[in-house]
Each structure stands twice: as C-alpha cells, then as structure tokens.
C-alpha cells in the first residue's frame, strides 16, 4: 500500500458504499492521509466503526456527505444502489455546495453510466463531474492498496481525483466517460472464462485420482499462472465457497459484456456460452456463494443428466 505524507492537503473525501471492497478503500485513504476530511455514509451505520475507528468522519444522509466532499467514491452494487442516494431532501444533489467529482466504482452499463452523467450534469448546472471507475483485483487487492482501476472520463478530473484513488491502486484512464465499464466488461469476460477453465480443470483431475492442490501448483508455474488462480487457489483446494465474490455479479457484469459487444457488431461465441452458464448456476441456488462456487457447478452437472444446463 502507498502511503503519503501529511501535506496539509485541503481535499475534503466522501465514500458511500463501505462494504468488502469499500472499507478497506477507505482504510488505505485515511492512512495515506491525502484528504484533509473523509465523510462515510452508510445504510448499517454500525457497519462503519472500522472507519470512524481510523478517523473517518459519519455522515447521517448522503446530502451531508455530498456537502462535505470535493471528490466523492461510491462503491456500491449498480446504479440503482446510487441513484436512490441521489435525490430528496437528504439526497447527494440537496448537499451539493461546489464542484464535485462523482467516483463511481461500480461494474454498471457503460451507456448507464453515461446517461446518469447527463443527468447530473443538468441538475447540478455543471457541478458534478463523473468518472466512472470499475475494479479488479478483489478484496485482497482492496486490503494491499493495489487495485487496478480502470477510468472512463476527462482527463482533468481524472487529476483531481488521482490522489485519493493512487492510495487504493493504479488508475489509468481509458478513454471517454463510460471506458472504464467496457474495460471492466472485458475484464469480466476473461475472470469468468478463467474461473470456467480452472473448476472444470480441478473437477476433471479429482477424478482421475491427482492431487489437485499439486495440480495447482503446477499449473501456478506455467503459462496457466497467474494472479486470479493464486488468489483462488486454496479456495478451490478446499471447496471454500463462502462469499468473496460473489457468484451472482457475473450474470450482470456479462449481460453488460454481451450489450457492449451487441452494439459493437462483435461475435462472441464464448461469452454467448459464460452467460448461459451463470444464468444456470444461479437459477440452481448458487449465486450468493463466492465466485469459485462454479467448481462445486461443474461437479454437480452430472447429477442431473436429464436437465439442460443451457436453458
């Protein structure tokens, strides 16, 4: 994690969505000590003691974080978790007393993002500025402060808000508003296809008699190597399917894959195959478990030989 000093900075920092991911954000960017305020709101306020714990300040409505805030990170499911903070008498646009860049970090539709963005843009007269900036890299990257973020949005509001988000990870802006959710759909495309491969591969070796904890290794010191297989790897040792990750999200974040390549005239066959895949694995009860449930998916399909997985 990077840490800075305390510059006497007067940047005053809000976030709203202070679950998984967001908490240790937020740990990262009070221990950086870049802002000279950070506001959290939260629906379960005792939620936020980690926070407050480390100097946070709590707000009691988004109105009041909005006001206290020049840069303002929301780390929330979708959309629809932020659009319902946005209006009202308590609401993020009631509070707003300058400019103020909206952080949006949620996997969401690229044309969703873009369309909230417009409206903001009217209702604050120009005030608030989006960038849209998805994740990767999980909760443990969350923990280390090595997050890559992926930017959609100007490139001066990408500065102002650089160095809150250079305490949680790498930014790097991609292109106009709503390229960060592209690249973040395109992300999801390779994690889901990946997760496939590994659960049919762990699947495949437990019965045919190897050590699939050997296997893994293995596989670690090759070209099947990689950060996402080292961060699930004991998980799929042990069948630990308590939730990380979790599974249900990648129906969403491949629908908003699937829509992208759609308008972009893109064939996609694999995803096409990922979707449907998922939409079964929730549809069989699994989707509030973590990510690497698909090993327990893939196991579980020969039970039910007269079902279509792919309905």
């Known amino acids: 994690m990077?840490?800075?000093?305390?510059?006497?900075?007067?940047?005053?920092?809000?976030?709203?969505g202070l679950g998984s991911m967001?908490?240790?954000?937020?740990?990262?960017?009070?221990?950086?000590k870049?802002?000279?305020?950070?506001?959290?709101?939260?629906?379960?306020?005792?939620?936020?003691?980690?926070?407050?714990?480390?100097?946070?300040?709590?707000?009691?409505?988004p109105k009041a974080v909005a006001a206290q805030s020049d840069v303002l990170i929301t780390v929330l499911p979708d959309l629809p978790q932020l659009e319902a903070l946005i209006d009202g008498d308590d609401g993020l646009l009631a509070g707003l007393s300058g400019p103020l860049v909206l952080?949006?970090?949620?996997?969401?539709?690229?044309?969703?993002?873009?369309?909230?963005?417009?409206?903001?843009?009217?209702?604050?007269?120009?005030?608030?500025?989006?960038?849209?900036?998805?994740?990767?890299?999980?909760?443990?990257?969350?923990?280390d402060g090595r997050l890559s973020i992926m930017v959609g949005g100007g490139h001066d509001?990408?500065?102002?808000?650089?160095?809150?988000?250079?305490?949680?990870?790498?930014?790097?802006?991609?292109?106009?508003?709503?390229?960060?959710?592209?690249?973040k759909a395109c992300n999801q495309m390779v994690v889901a296809a990946t997760m496939v491969a590994l659960s049919e591969a762990t699947v495949i070796a437990e019965r045919a008699g190897l050590d699939v904890e050997k296997l893994l290794d293995c596989l670690g010191g090759g070209y099947a190597g990689g950060r996402f297989l080292e961060s699930r790897r004991q998980r799929l040792i042990d069948k630990d399917y308590t939730p990380s990750g979790i599974a249900r999200y990648m129906i969403k974040d491949l629908g908003f894959a699937r829509d992208e390549a759609t308008q972009q005239q893109v064939v996609t066959p694999q995803l096409s195959t990922l979707l449907t895949l998922y939409k079964d694995l929730g549809a069989r009860g699994l989707g509030e478990l973590d990510l690497t449930v698909t090993q327990r998916y893939i196991a579980e399909l020969d039970h039910e030989p007269d079902r279509d997985q792919h309905d």
């Open 157 to 183: 509001d990408l500065e102002r808000a650089r160095p809150v988000l250079e305490t949680m990870g790498t930014p790097v802006l991609l292109g106009p508003l709503g390229a960060g959710e592209v690249a």
């Open 34 to 61: 870049v802002a000279s305020r950070v506001s959290v709101f939260g629906r379960s306020p005792e939620k936020l003691a980690p926070a407050l714990e480390a100097g946070a300040e709590r707000c009691d409505t």
């Open 22 to 32: 967001g908490m240790p954000m937020a740990r990262n960017l009070l221990a950086a």
């Open 2 to 16: 990077r840490k800075g000093d305390d510059t006497g900075s007067t940047m005053r920092v809000g976030m709203i």
């Open 103 to 143: 952080v949006i970090c949620s996997t969401s539709s690229p044309e969703g993002v873009r369309a909230l963005a417009r409206r903001l843009d009217e209702q604050s007269e120009g005030q608030i500025r989006v960038l849209d900036a998805p994740l990767s890299g999980g909760t443990d990257g969350a923990e």
